[in-house]
């Protein structure tokens, strides 16, 4: 079965620094990854995805994340945090199993908190 | 512009009653979510439905009830069996459901949320 780790409940950078939120997945299979940002008491929304192909994937608002497979890892990162990127970050992962209706599993978030 | 519409934003009700969600989507998706949000918990799957008139339990459906007459609706019914029904609501839908041997790649769009306090 997939499951899906975030590190860190809350994460606290300073504006301007680099934005590092960690997510480790497990999969038997080949997984397809997301990020996805809530802001408050908001829907989630799509910030980046990786299915096959480049393993450095680029999303919306400057984050951008990296599978790494022989980590299994999924790390998003952004250069230079910006106020409006306070929110909280969920990782999730979808597994291609061939069989089965719904394979997305969510972490349980990371609250972004930035400090001026 | 296309999205997905849940109403109320806050709901307030008495222990003992049922009440219902509305969630309404013209992205013309065939797939539809519910999804319950709980303070470090992350997201946790109610029901969804990859068709009309067809529906399944996710992992945590004891306490809700769903129904799919429309492909633009999927209201969700937290009846007095749930035993701990205060929590944040999410709906969401994608462009097609998730079957067996398709790749799930594609992504959730999902509503504002519907914020149910029962006391």
């Known amino acids: 079965a997939q499951s899906v780790t975030q590190l860190g409940s809350h994460v606290s950078v300073s504006e301007g620094a680099l934005v590092l939120l960690r997510c480790n997945y497990s999969?038997?299979?080949?997984?397809?990854l997301f990020w996805y940002v809530q802001y408050p008491n908001q829907g989630l929304q799509l910030l980046l995805k990786?299915?096959?192909?480049?393993?450095l994937v680029k999303g919306i608002n400057g984050f951008e994340a990296e599978f790494k497979k022989s980590e299994t890892s999924f790390h998003l990162t952004k250069p230079s945090a910006h106020m409006s990127d306070a929110a909280e970050y969920f990782c999730?992962?979808?597994?291609?199993?061939?069989?089965?209706?719904?394979?997305?599993?969510f972490g349980k978030g990371t609250h972004l908190i930035i400090q001026p | 512009d296309g999205g997905i519409t849940q109403s109320p934003k806050y709901l307030f009700r008495k222990e003992g009653q049922n009440v219902t969600l509305s969630c309404e989507q013209n992205?013309?998706?065939?797939?539809m979510y519910w999804y319950r949000q709980d303070p470090g918990q992350g997201l946790r799957l109610i029901y969804y439905?990859?068709?009309?008139?067809?529906?399944q339990k996710g992992d945590i459906a004891e306490g809700y009830s769903v129904s799919r007459e429309k492909k633009e609706s999927f209201p969700l019914t937290v009846t007095s069996a749930q035993k701990n029904p205060t929590a944040f609501y999410l709906c969401?839908?994608?462009?097609?459901?998730?079957?067996?041997?398709?790749?799930?790649?594609?992504?959730?769009?999902f509503g504002n949320g519907t914020r149910l306090t029962v006391t």
């Open positions: 969401a839908s994608s462009i097609e459901g998730r079957t067996a041997g398709s790749s799930y790649n594609s992504p959730l769009h």
């Open positions: 999969s038997s299979v080949p997984p397809y």
């Open positions: 990786y299915t096959t192909g480049a393993t």
């Open positions: 999730a992962v979808s597994e291609w199993t061939g069989g089965g209706a719904d394979g997305l599993t």
């Open positions: 992205l013309n998706h065939d797939a």
């Open positions: 439905s990859q068709i009309v008139n067809d529906f």
